[in-house]
Protein backbone atom coordinates (compact mmCIF):
# COMPACT_ATOMS: atom_id res chain seq x y z
CA UNK A 1 0.00 0.00 0.00
CA UNK A 2 1.18 4.07 -0.56
CA UNK A 3 0.43 6.50 1.95
CA UNK A 4 -3.25 7.88 1.44
CA UNK A 5 -1.41 11.57 0.77
CA UNK A 6 0.08 9.78 -2.09
CA UNK A 7 -3.77 8.27 -3.94
CA UNK A 8 -4.43 9.06 -7.50
CA UNK A 9 -7.64 9.22 -8.74
CA UNK A 10 -10.69 10.23 -10.49
CA UNK A 11 -13.88 11.26 -9.58
CA UNK A 12 -15.86 11.77 -12.74
CA UNK A 13 -18.33 8.89 -13.26
CA UNK A 14 -17.35 6.93 -10.60
CA UNK A 15 -14.03 6.46 -8.73
CA UNK A 16 -11.04 5.56 -10.52
CA UNK A 17 -6.93 4.62 -9.84
CA UNK A 18 -5.29 6.64 -12.40
CA UNK A 19 -2.97 3.90 -13.09
CA UNK A 20 0.40 3.95 -14.32
CA UNK A 21 1.22 2.55 -18.29
CA UNK A 22 4.61 2.10 -20.44
CA UNK A 23 4.59 5.68 -20.50
CA UNK A 24 6.07 6.00 -17.12
CA UNK A 25 8.35 3.55 -17.13
CA UNK A 26 11.10 6.18 -17.88
CA UNK A 27 9.92 7.68 -14.46
CA UNK A 28 10.56 4.78 -12.87
CA UNK A 29 14.37 4.04 -13.93
CA UNK A 30 14.99 7.66 -13.30
CA UNK A 31 13.82 7.14 -9.38
CA UNK A 32 15.43 3.86 -9.29
CA UNK A 33 18.42 5.32 -10.94
CA UNK A 34 18.83 7.88 -8.26
CA UNK A 35 18.47 5.68 -5.33
CA UNK A 36 21.38 3.29 -6.92
CA UNK A 37 23.53 6.41 -7.45
CA UNK A 38 23.49 7.78 -3.91
CA UNK A 39 24.28 4.85 -1.90
CA UNK A 40 26.69 6.33 0.78
CA UNK A 41 24.78 9.79 0.54
CA UNK A 42 22.48 10.92 3.03
CA UNK A 43 18.38 11.04 3.02
CA UNK A 44 18.52 15.01 2.73
CA UNK A 45 20.95 14.46 -0.19
CA UNK A 46 18.63 11.69 -1.95
CA UNK A 47 15.64 14.07 -1.43
CA UNK A 48 17.19 17.10 -3.55
CA UNK A 49 17.63 15.15 -6.27
CA UNK A 50 14.24 13.42 -6.09
CA UNK A 51 12.74 16.82 -5.77
CA UNK A 52 14.47 17.37 -9.21
CA UNK A 53 12.57 14.55 -10.56
CA UNK A 54 9.37 15.84 -9.34
CA UNK A 55 9.44 19.20 -10.87
CA UNK A 56 10.34 17.91 -14.65
CA UNK A 57 7.05 14.89 -13.99
CA UNK A 58 3.76 15.13 -14.35
CA UNK A 59 2.65 14.37 -11.29
CA UNK A 60 4.89 14.84 -8.06
CA UNK A 61 2.73 12.31 -6.60
CA UNK A 62 3.92 9.72 -9.02
CA UNK A 63 7.37 10.12 -8.79
CA UNK A 64 6.77 10.37 -4.66
CA UNK A 65 4.84 7.01 -4.94
CA UNK A 66 7.71 5.00 -6.59
CA UNK A 67 9.97 6.16 -4.36
CA UNK A 68 7.94 5.31 -1.35
CA UNK A 69 8.09 1.36 -2.72
CA UNK A 70 11.53 1.57 -3.45
CA UNK A 71 12.36 3.24 0.06
CA UNK A 72 11.10 0.01 1.48
CA UNK A 73 13.93 -1.78 -0.64
CA UNK A 74 16.71 0.56 1.02
CA UNK A 75 18.68 0.00 4.33
CA UNK A 76 19.55 3.42 6.00
CA UNK A 77 22.02 3.88 8.80
CA UNK A 78 23.31 6.41 10.77
CA UNK A 79 26.66 7.65 10.10
CA UNK A 80 28.66 9.17 12.56
CA UNK A 81 31.95 9.16 14.18
CA UNK A 82 30.47 9.00 17.82
CA UNK A 83 27.15 8.02 19.30
CA UNK A 84 25.43 10.91 18.84
CA UNK A 85 23.72 10.88 22.31
CA UNK A 86 27.46 11.12 23.90
CA UNK A 87 28.10 13.62 21.38
CA UNK A 88 24.88 15.62 22.72
CA UNK A 89 25.51 15.51 26.35
CA UNK A 90 29.52 16.38 26.18
CA UNK A 91 28.69 19.08 24.19
CA UNK A 92 25.64 20.16 26.06
CA UNK A 93 27.88 19.48 29.95
CA UNK A 94 30.87 21.93 28.08
CA UNK A 95 28.13 24.41 27.08
CA UNK A 96 26.81 25.21 30.02
CA UNK A 97 30.74 25.91 31.24
CA UNK A 98 31.81 27.95 28.86
CA UNK A 99 28.84 29.59 28.56
CA UNK A 100 28.48 29.63 24.87
CA UNK A 101 27.70 33.33 22.84
CA UNK A 102 29.94 33.41 20.41
CA UNK A 103 31.26 31.49 17.74
CA UNK A 104 34.62 31.28 19.85
CA UNK A 105 32.92 30.15 22.60
CA UNK A 106 30.85 27.22 20.86
CA UNK A 107 34.41 26.44 19.59
CA UNK A 108 35.66 25.98 23.13
CA UNK A 109 32.49 24.03 24.33
CA UNK A 110 33.66 21.40 21.37
CA UNK A 111 36.73 21.24 22.57
CA UNK A 112 36.15 20.43 25.89
CA UNK A 113 33.53 17.95 24.63
CA UNK A 114 36.03 16.67 22.27
CA UNK A 115 38.56 16.03 24.94
CA UNK A 116 36.38 14.70 27.61
CA UNK A 117 35.27 11.82 24.68
CA UNK A 118 38.90 11.50 23.63
CA UNK A 119 38.09 12.51 20.27
CA UNK A 120 38.52 15.51 18.00
CA UNK A 121 36.40 18.92 17.85
CA UNK A 122 35.39 17.92 14.01
CA UNK A 123 34.20 14.67 15.51
CA UNK A 124 31.74 15.64 18.18
CA UNK A 125 30.29 18.50 15.60
CA UNK A 126 29.80 15.54 12.94
CA UNK A 127 28.18 13.42 15.54
CA UNK A 128 25.67 15.90 17.63
CA UNK A 129 22.41 15.65 14.60
CA UNK A 130 24.04 12.63 12.38
CA UNK A 131 20.99 10.16 14.22
CA UNK A 132 18.00 12.43 12.77
CA UNK A 133 16.41 11.05 9.84
CA UNK A 134 17.17 13.61 7.10
CA UNK A 135 20.75 12.78 7.88
CA UNK A 136 20.59 9.10 8.02
CA UNK A 137 23.08 7.26 5.18
CA UNK A 138 21.40 5.44 2.50
CA UNK A 139 23.96 2.08 2.85
CA UNK A 140 22.22 0.09 0.21
CA UNK A 141 19.58 -0.49 -2.61
CA UNK A 142 18.78 -3.71 -3.45
CA UNK A 143 15.50 -2.96 -5.54
CA UNK A 144 13.00 -6.08 -7.06
CA UNK A 145 11.95 -4.81 -9.59
CA UNK A 146 12.54 -3.11 -13.00
CA UNK A 147 11.34 -0.02 -14.60
CA UNK A 148 8.31 -2.13 -15.89
CA UNK A 149 7.64 -4.47 -12.74
CA UNK A 150 7.77 -1.01 -10.41
CA UNK A 151 4.95 0.22 -12.16
CA UNK A 152 3.22 -3.22 -11.65
CA UNK A 153 3.86 -2.95 -8.42
CA UNK A 154 2.98 0.75 -8.20
CA UNK A 155 -0.84 -0.06 -9.79
CA UNK A 156 -0.93 -2.57 -7.05
CA UNK A 157 -0.73 -0.47 -4.18
CA UNK A 158 -2.72 2.42 -5.94
CA UNK A 159 -5.36 0.06 -6.02
CA UNK A 160 -4.56 -1.72 -2.17
CA UNK A 161 -4.87 1.86 -1.32
CA UNK A 162 -8.05 3.37 -2.74
CA UNK A 163 -9.47 0.05 -1.17
CA UNK A 164 -8.68 0.81 1.85
CA UNK A 165 -11.69 3.29 2.72
CA UNK A 166 -13.96 0.54 1.05
CA UNK A 167 -17.19 -0.50 2.93
CA UNK A 168 -17.99 -3.48 0.68
CA UNK A 169 -16.58 -5.29 -2.14
CA UNK A 170 -17.64 -8.15 -4.43
CA UNK A 171 -15.31 -10.44 -6.00
CA UNK A 172 -15.58 -12.71 -9.50
CA UNK A 173 -12.85 -14.70 -9.73
CA UNK A 174 -11.84 -18.16 -11.94
CA UNK A 175 -9.99 -18.92 -8.50
CA UNK A 176 -12.57 -18.59 -5.46
CA UNK A 177 -10.59 -21.13 -3.70
CA UNK A 178 -7.49 -18.98 -3.29
CA UNK A 179 -9.91 -16.14 -2.23
CA UNK A 180 -11.83 -17.74 0.25
CA UNK A 181 -7.93 -19.25 1.69
CA UNK A 182 -6.72 -15.62 1.83
CA UNK A 183 -10.26 -14.25 3.62
CA UNK A 184 -9.66 -16.80 6.10
CA UNK A 185 -5.66 -16.32 6.74
CA UNK A 186 -6.60 -12.54 6.79
CA UNK A 187 -9.38 -12.51 9.16
CA UNK A 188 -11.59 -10.79 7.12
CA UNK A 189 -15.84 -11.36 7.30
CA UNK A 190 -17.26 -12.17 4.36
CA UNK A 191 -19.87 -14.25 2.23
CA UNK A 192 -20.20 -15.88 -0.63
CA UNK A 193 -23.50 -15.81 -2.59
CA UNK A 194 -24.96 -17.30 -6.19
CA UNK A 195 -25.28 -15.10 -8.62
CA UNK A 196 -28.93 -14.82 -10.32
CA UNK A 197 -29.96 -15.10 -14.03
CA UNK A 198 -30.02 -11.30 -14.74
CA UNK A 199 -26.61 -10.70 -12.83
CA UNK A 200 -24.50 -13.36 -14.25
CA UNK A 201 -21.35 -12.61 -16.07
CA UNK A 202 -19.51 -15.47 -15.12
CA UNK A 203 -15.50 -15.00 -14.53
CA UNK A 204 -13.85 -17.73 -15.54
CA UNK A 205 -16.95 -20.25 -15.44
CA UNK A 206 -17.57 -19.43 -11.96
CA UNK A 207 -21.29 -17.90 -11.38
CA UNK A 208 -20.51 -16.97 -7.69
CA UNK A 209 -19.58 -13.94 -5.71
CA UNK A 210 -17.47 -13.37 -3.09
CA UNK A 211 -19.30 -10.21 -0.91
CA UNK A 212 -16.72 -8.98 2.07
CA UNK A 213 -17.38 -6.51 4.47
CA UNK A 214 -15.04 -3.75 4.66
CA UNK A 215 -13.50 -1.35 7.79
CA UNK A 216 -15.89 1.14 7.64
CA UNK A 217 -18.40 -1.11 8.34
CA UNK A 218 -17.18 -2.15 11.93
CA UNK A 219 -18.28 -0.05 14.83
CA UNK A 220 -15.01 1.07 14.94
CA UNK A 221 -12.46 1.88 11.58
CA UNK A 222 -9.18 -0.01 11.98
CA UNK A 223 -6.06 0.41 10.69
CA UNK A 224 -5.32 -2.98 11.34
CA UNK A 225 -8.50 -4.33 9.52
CA UNK A 226 -8.08 -1.46 6.72
CA UNK A 227 -4.79 -2.84 6.03
CA UNK A 228 -6.41 -6.69 5.73
CA UNK A 229 -8.60 -5.53 3.58
CA UNK A 230 -6.54 -4.06 1.08
CA UNK A 231 -3.48 -6.46 1.26
CA UNK A 232 -6.27 -9.46 -0.20
CA UNK A 233 -6.16 -7.53 -3.96
CA UNK A 234 -2.67 -9.61 -4.32
CA UNK A 235 -4.29 -12.59 -3.57
CA UNK A 236 -7.41 -11.45 -6.07
CA UNK A 237 -5.07 -10.32 -8.88
CA UNK A 238 -3.16 -13.51 -8.98
CA UNK A 239 -6.16 -15.21 -10.97
CA UNK A 240 -6.33 -15.04 -14.46
CA UNK A 241 -9.19 -13.72 -14.64
CA UNK A 242 -11.40 -11.60 -12.46
CA UNK A 243 -13.20 -8.34 -11.29
CA UNK A 244 -13.83 -6.46 -8.32
CA UNK A 245 -16.53 -3.84 -7.46
CA UNK A 246 -15.94 -1.97 -4.46
CA UNK A 247 -18.21 0.51 -2.44
CA UNK A 248 -16.11 3.33 -1.44
CA UNK A 249 -16.18 5.88 1.75
CA UNK A 250 -14.96 8.67 0.04
CA UNK A 251 -14.93 11.82 2.47
CA UNK A 252 -18.59 10.82 3.16
CA UNK A 253 -20.06 9.86 -0.24
CA UNK A 254 -20.47 6.51 -1.28
CA UNK A 255 -18.84 5.99 -4.86
CA UNK A 256 -18.35 3.05 -6.93
CA UNK A 257 -14.75 1.00 -7.65
CA UNK A 258 -13.92 -1.23 -10.47
CA UNK A 259 -11.14 -3.52 -11.17
CA UNK A 260 -9.90 -6.17 -13.05
CA UNK A 261 -7.25 -8.51 -14.16
CA UNK A 262 -6.85 -6.18 -16.60
CA UNK A 263 -6.38 -3.28 -14.37
CA UNK A 264 -3.51 -4.59 -11.63
CA UNK A 265 -1.49 -7.79 -12.19
CA UNK A 266 1.10 -9.11 -9.42
CA UNK A 267 4.56 -8.65 -10.33
CA UNK A 268 6.84 -11.96 -10.61
CA UNK A 269 8.37 -11.25 -7.26
CA UNK A 270 6.60 -12.24 -4.14
CA UNK A 271 6.50 -9.45 -1.40
CA UNK A 272 9.04 -9.32 1.79
CA UNK A 273 6.57 -10.38 3.92
CA UNK A 274 3.59 -11.91 4.13
CA UNK A 275 0.91 -11.27 5.85
CA UNK A 276 1.26 -13.75 8.61
CA UNK A 277 -1.13 -16.05 9.98
CA UNK A 278 -3.24 -14.63 12.82
CA UNK A 279 -3.43 -17.92 14.81
CA UNK A 280 -6.68 -17.28 16.52
CA UNK A 281 -8.96 -19.57 17.85
CA UNK A 282 -9.58 -21.99 14.09
CA UNK A 283 -5.70 -22.44 14.52
CA UNK A 284 -5.59 -23.31 17.75
CA UNK A 285 -8.15 -26.01 17.41
CA UNK A 286 -6.90 -27.60 14.59
CA UNK A 287 -3.37 -27.69 15.82
CA UNK A 288 -4.99 -29.69 18.80
CA UNK A 289 -7.27 -31.60 17.05
CA UNK A 290 -4.93 -32.97 14.88
CA UNK A 291 -2.51 -33.86 17.10
CA UNK A 292 -4.90 -36.56 19.07
CA UNK A 293 -5.00 -38.89 16.33
CA UNK A 294 -8.69 -39.34 15.95
CA UNK A 295 -10.50 -41.52 13.43
CA UNK A 296 -11.37 -37.91 11.44
CA UNK A 297 -9.39 -36.46 9.23
CA UNK A 298 -9.59 -32.41 9.84
CA UNK A 299 -10.03 -30.95 6.44
CA UNK A 300 -9.60 -27.04 5.75
CA UNK A 301 -11.65 -25.04 3.86
CA UNK A 302 -13.48 -27.53 2.21
CA UNK A 303 -16.27 -27.44 -0.36
CA UNK A 304 -18.84 -25.02 -0.61
CA UNK A 305 -22.32 -26.02 0.98
CA UNK A 306 -25.57 -24.66 -0.34
CA UNK A 307 -27.98 -22.04 1.41
CA UNK A 308 -30.43 -21.37 -0.48
CA UNK A 309 -29.33 -18.88 -3.23
CA UNK A 310 -26.26 -18.63 -1.13
CA UNK A 311 -23.15 -20.71 -0.43
CA UNK A 312 -21.42 -21.02 2.96
CA UNK A 313 -17.91 -22.77 3.07
CA UNK A 314 -17.49 -23.72 6.91
CA UNK A 315 -14.39 -23.47 8.82
CA UNK A 316 -13.69 -27.17 8.85
CA UNK A 317 -14.82 -30.60 7.80
CA UNK A 318 -14.30 -33.62 9.53
CA UNK A 319 -14.12 -36.80 7.11
CA UNK A 320 -14.58 -40.16 9.11
CA UNK A 321 -11.95 -42.47 7.99
CA UNK A 322 -14.40 -45.39 8.22
CA UNK A 323 -16.81 -44.58 5.11
CA UNK A 324 -17.72 -41.44 3.37
CA UNK A 325 -19.28 -39.40 6.06
CA UNK A 326 -18.19 -35.90 6.59
CA UNK A 327 -19.00 -33.10 9.47
CA UNK A 328 -18.86 -29.50 8.38
CA UNK A 329 -17.69 -27.40 11.66
CA UNK A 330 -17.76 -23.92 11.49
CA UNK A 331 -16.60 -21.45 14.54
CA UNK A 332 -18.88 -18.62 14.72
CA UNK A 333 -16.08 -16.13 17.18
CA UNK A 334 -16.93 -12.14 17.69
CA UNK A 335 -18.56 -10.40 14.79
CA UNK A 336 -21.10 -7.45 14.97
CA UNK A 337 -24.38 -7.97 15.33
CA UNK A 338 -25.46 -7.63 11.30
CA UNK A 339 -22.78 -10.12 10.17
CA UNK A 340 -24.33 -12.59 13.04
CA UNK A 341 -27.57 -12.11 11.58
CA UNK A 342 -26.23 -12.86 7.96
CA UNK A 343 -24.33 -15.91 9.41
CA UNK A 344 -27.53 -17.18 11.20
CA UNK A 345 -29.71 -16.63 8.15
CA UNK A 346 -26.85 -18.86 6.13
CA UNK A 347 -27.33 -21.68 8.66
CA UNK A 348 -30.86 -21.75 8.47
CA UNK A 349 -30.70 -22.20 4.89
CA UNK A 350 -28.25 -25.10 4.74
CA UNK A 351 -29.81 -28.85 5.06
CA UNK A 352 -28.96 -32.36 4.25
CA UNK A 353 -25.83 -32.13 6.10
CA UNK A 354 -23.99 -32.57 9.19
CA UNK A 355 -22.53 -29.39 10.78
CA UNK A 356 -20.97 -28.40 14.58
CA UNK A 357 -21.52 -24.91 14.79
CA UNK A 358 -18.93 -23.60 17.95
CA UNK A 359 -20.31 -20.48 19.51
CA UNK A 360 -18.77 -17.67 21.34
CA UNK A 361 -20.94 -17.24 24.62
CA UNK A 362 -20.48 -13.73 23.99
CA UNK A 363 -22.74 -13.78 20.98
CA UNK A 364 -25.72 -15.41 22.86
CA UNK A 365 -26.92 -17.36 20.70
CA UNK A 366 -26.02 -20.72 20.90
CA UNK A 367 -30.10 -21.52 21.27
CA UNK A 368 -30.69 -20.42 17.48
CA UNK A 369 -28.02 -22.55 16.46
CA UNK A 370 -30.25 -25.62 17.96
CA UNK A 371 -33.08 -24.08 16.57
CA UNK A 372 -31.84 -24.38 13.06
CA UNK A 373 -30.91 -28.32 13.73
CA UNK A 374 -27.53 -28.08 13.96
CA UNK A 375 -25.04 -28.90 16.74
CA UNK A 376 -24.31 -25.69 19.38
CA UNK A 377 -21.01 -25.78 21.47
CA UNK A 378 -20.00 -23.26 23.44
CA UNK A 379 -16.71 -21.90 23.95
CA UNK A 380 -15.24 -19.17 25.33
CA UNK A 381 -11.05 -18.27 24.78
CA UNK A 382 -10.86 -21.06 22.61
CA UNK A 383 -12.80 -24.40 21.36
CA UNK A 384 -12.59 -27.66 23.86
CA UNK A 385 -11.53 -30.66 21.92
CA UNK A 386 -13.38 -32.81 24.58
CA UNK A 387 -16.35 -30.92 23.02
CA UNK A 388 -16.05 -31.67 20.08
CA UNK A 389 -15.21 -35.20 20.21
CA UNK A 390 -18.16 -35.56 22.61
CA UNK A 391 -20.28 -34.72 19.55
CA UNK A 392 -18.28 -36.76 16.83
CA UNK A 393 -18.97 -39.61 19.39
CA UNK A 394 -22.45 -39.61 18.66
CA UNK A 395 -22.11 -40.13 14.70
CA UNK A 396 -19.70 -42.71 15.66
CA UNK A 397 -21.90 -44.96 17.45
CA UNK A 398 -24.38 -44.63 14.61
CA UNK A 399 -21.66 -45.30 12.13
CA UNK A 400 -20.15 -48.27 13.55
CA UNK A 401 -23.50 -49.32 14.58
CA UNK A 402 -24.76 -49.14 10.43
CA UNK A 403 -21.24 -50.94 9.67
CA UNK A 404 -21.58 -53.56 12.49
CA UNK A 405 -25.07 -54.79 10.21
CA UNK A 406 -22.86 -54.81 6.98
CA UNK A 407 -20.47 -57.26 8.54
CA UNK A 408 -21.45 -61.00 8.69
CA UNK A 409 -21.66 -62.97 12.16
CA UNK A 410 -18.08 -64.92 12.06
CA UNK A 411 -14.92 -63.64 9.91
CA UNK A 412 -12.47 -65.86 8.06
CA UNK A 413 -8.61 -64.43 7.53
CA UNK A 414 -6.58 -65.64 5.66
CA UNK A 415 -3.20 -64.73 7.57
CA UNK A 416 -1.96 -66.90 10.11
CA UNK A 417 -0.84 -63.81 12.08
CA UNK A 418 -3.06 -59.96 11.29
CA UNK A 419 -3.52 -56.93 13.63
CA UNK A 420 -7.01 -55.72 14.44
CA UNK A 421 -6.12 -52.32 13.12
CA UNK A 422 -4.93 -54.59 9.46
CA UNK A 423 -8.54 -55.55 9.64
CA UNK A 424 -10.37 -52.72 10.18
CA UNK A 425 -8.38 -50.76 7.10
CA UNK A 426 -9.12 -54.30 5.10
CA UNK A 427 -12.94 -54.04 5.97
CA UNK A 428 -13.48 -50.08 6.00
CA UNK A 429 -14.61 -50.11 9.98
CA UNK A 430 -13.57 -49.17 13.01
CA UNK A 431 -11.46 -51.36 15.16
CA UNK A 432 -14.37 -51.04 17.75
CA UNK A 433 -16.65 -52.75 15.52
CA UNK A 434 -15.15 -55.57 15.00
CA UNK A 435 -15.63 -56.58 18.90
CA UNK A 436 -18.91 -58.10 18.17
CA UNK A 437 -17.55 -60.13 15.06
CA UNK A 438 -16.34 -63.93 15.83
CA UNK A 439 -13.04 -65.31 14.16
CA UNK A 440 -13.44 -68.91 14.63
CA UNK A 441 -9.97 -70.03 13.53
CA UNK A 442 -7.94 -67.64 15.40
CA UNK A 443 -7.54 -66.44 18.83
CA UNK A 444 -7.49 -62.76 20.21
CA UNK A 445 -4.19 -62.33 21.76
CA UNK A 446 -3.83 -58.18 22.66
CA UNK A 447 -4.58 -56.66 19.62
CA UNK A 448 -3.82 -59.24 16.87
CA UNK A 449 -5.28 -62.44 15.79
CA UNK A 450 -3.30 -65.67 15.96
CA UNK A 451 -4.00 -69.21 14.73
CA UNK A 452 -3.61 -71.91 17.53
CA UNK A 453 -0.52 -73.72 15.10
CA UNK A 454 1.39 -70.37 15.67
CA UNK A 455 0.93 -70.33 19.64
CA UNK A 456 1.80 -73.93 19.51
CA UNK A 457 4.76 -73.21 17.93
CA UNK A 458 5.98 -70.35 19.90
CA UNK A 459 5.20 -72.08 23.37
CA UNK A 460 7.33 -74.63 21.90
CA UNK A 461 10.35 -72.57 21.13
CA UNK A 462 10.17 -70.44 24.28
CA UNK A 463 11.63 -71.79 27.29
CA UNK A 464 12.13 -70.57 30.70
CA UNK A 465 14.99 -69.17 31.54
CA UNK A 466 15.40 -67.61 28.16
CA UNK A 467 16.10 -63.71 27.48
CA UNK A 468 14.06 -61.29 26.80
CA UNK A 469 15.79 -60.37 23.72
CA UNK A 470 15.68 -64.26 22.48
CA UNK A 471 11.99 -64.42 22.91
CA UNK A 472 11.57 -61.55 20.98
CA UNK A 473 13.80 -63.18 18.14
CA UNK A 474 11.27 -66.00 18.00
CA UNK A 475 8.04 -63.59 18.24
CA UNK A 476 9.67 -61.34 15.13
CA UNK A 477 9.57 -64.96 13.08
CA UNK A 478 6.36 -65.11 13.47
CA UNK A 479 5.25 -61.44 12.79
CA UNK A 480 4.02 -61.05 16.26
CA UNK A 481 4.40 -57.72 18.13
CA UNK A 482 3.08 -57.40 21.19
CA UNK A 483 5.42 -59.69 23.13
CA UNK A 484 3.69 -58.42 26.61
CA UNK A 485 0.74 -59.93 25.56
CA UNK A 486 1.83 -63.22 23.86
CA UNK A 487 3.93 -64.27 26.91
CA UNK A 488 1.08 -63.86 29.34
CA UNK A 489 -1.16 -65.94 27.15
CA UNK A 490 1.53 -68.67 26.89
CA UNK A 491 1.41 -68.50 30.68
CA UNK A 492 5.57 -66.66 31.18
CA UNK A 493 5.94 -63.29 33.13
CA UNK A 494 9.15 -61.23 32.03
CA UNK A 495 11.99 -60.89 35.62
CA UNK A 496 13.55 -58.07 34.61
CA UNK A 497 16.88 -57.33 35.49
CA UNK A 498 17.57 -53.05 35.54
CA UNK A 499 17.92 -51.37 32.88
CA UNK A 500 19.84 -53.99 30.49
CA UNK A 501 17.28 -57.07 30.19
CA UNK A 502 15.23 -59.16 31.24
CA UNK A 503 14.54 -63.42 31.87
CA UNK A 504 11.13 -65.19 30.60
CA UNK A 505 9.89 -67.26 33.86
CA UNK A 506 7.03 -68.92 34.30
CA UNK A 507 4.23 -67.53 36.15
Known sequence: MLTKDLLRVSRRGGYHPQFADEDHEQVAARVIGCYQGHV???????????????RESEDFKLVRGFAKLLDREATWEVQSPLAPEDAREAAFVAGEAVGVVTEGQRAAALDRAAERLDATPEAVEASLY????????????????????????????????????????????????????????????YEIRRLPESERRAVGGNDREVVVTGPDALFEKTRRYGTRFARLLRTVAKAAE?????????????????????????????????????????????????????????VREPDAVAAGEHVVIPDFALD?????????????????????????????????VELLVAVDESLGVGEEIEARDHRAIPYSGSVRIKDVRNA?????????????????????????????????????????????????????????????????????????????????????????????????????????????GGTVRER
Request: hydrophobic share 40%; no cysteine; proline share 4%.
Open 40 to 54: GERRETLQEALSDIE
Open 130 to 189: ADLESREGLAAVDPRWSPAELVEQYNLSLAQTALFDATEIRIRSSDPKAVVSALKRLRLL
Open 242 to 298: WRLEATVDDRGTERELVLTDADVTVPGVEPVTEVTYDSGVEAEFARRFESLELDWTL
Open 320 to 352: YEFGDFRVYFEIMGFWTPEYVEKKLARLEAVAD
Open 392 to 500: LRRYEEELQANAAETLPEERHPKADVVTLEALSEEYGVSKQTLDDVSFPDHERVGGTLVRAAVLDAVDEAVTPGMSLAAVEDVLDAYDLSETSAVLSRLGYAVEWEGLS
